[in-house]
T-cell receptor
Framework: DTGVSQDPRHKITKRGQNVTFRCDPI?????LYWYRQTLGQGPEFLTY????????KSRLLSDRFSAERPKGSFSTLEIQRTEQGDSAMYLC?????????????FGSGTRLTVV | EDQVTQSPEALRLQEGESSSLNCSYT??????LFWYRQDPGKGPEFLFT???AGEEKEKERLKATLTKKESFLHITAPKPEDSATYLC???????????????FGKGTKLSVIP
């Protein structure tokens, strides 16, 4: 297992278009998280899944954003009617249920540019 | 609301010049404090988790410590390859809404000059 994979690495889209990102977590991890990071800022929490259930959504996640994790495996994050303010790095992370010395493993992210 | 403040924002060190990065936090009960390293264009790379005041963890030239209000990341005799942004994050200890997320600081950008 090579870690958390995200696809695509980069996406340039025109304002108003829809985009979808994919995340493949570490296979034995049952928790999956989406974060957004803008330049010079730390990552901000967007949403969290335990298996296939979406248990938490940030108020940052407007109605234009939707995330799914069918069958508790990979996850997708869709942004509808993109705006320039959506330009950011979208990070996915996964983890096991808490144990000692656990950490969230992040993917390399998808950089979205809305023009 | 959970808050994390990191200082300094940027730090330039000569190779071999030891220093410390600071992470101050306010959180409703601390479940864990995390340190990550982030290289440009990449996702954060996990370094340490600290759970309680007085705890210390080490990895190569890095040592993380924790008090009730702050954490320090000590870098001993840094090398140019230690150049990166170091992020601190906290997870609250309460149950329910918001308890699964990490709250990150803005990071400290470390540059180690040969």
């Amino acid at each position: 297992d090579t870690g958390v994979s995200q696809d695509p690495r980069h996406k340039i889209t025109k304002r108003g278009q829809n985009v979808t990102f994919r995340c493949d977590p570490i296979s034995e991890h049952n928790r999956l998280y989406w974060y957004r990071q803008t330049l010079g800022q730390g990552p901000e929490f967007l949403t969290y899944f335990q298996n296939e259930a979406q248990l938490e959504k940030s108020r940052l996640l407007s109605d234009r954003f939707s995330a799914e994790r069918p069958k508790g495996s990979f996850s997708t994050l869709e942004i509808q009617r993109t705006e320039q303010g959506d330009s950011a790095m979208y990070l996915c992370a996964s983890s096991l249920v808490q144990g000692s010395n656990y950490g969230y493993t992040f993917g390399s992210g998808t950089r979205l540019t809305v023009v | 609301e959970d808050q994390v403040t990191q200082s300094p924002e940027a730090l330039r060190l000569q190779e071999g010049e030891s220093s410390s990065l600071n992470c101050s936090y306010t959180v409703s009960g601390l479940r864990g404090l995390f340190w990550y390293r982030q290289d440009p264009g990449k996702g954060p790379e996990f370094l340490f988790t600290l759970y309680s005041a007085g705890e210390e963890k080490e990895k190569e030239r890095l040592k993380a410590t924790l008090t009730k209000k702050e954490s320090f990341l000590h870098i001993t005799a840094p090398k140019p390859e230690d150049s990166a942004t170091y992020l601190c994050a906290v997870q609250a200890g309460y149950s329910g809404a918001g308890s699964y997320q990490l709250t990150f600081g803005k990071g400290t950008k470390l540059s180690v000059i040969p």
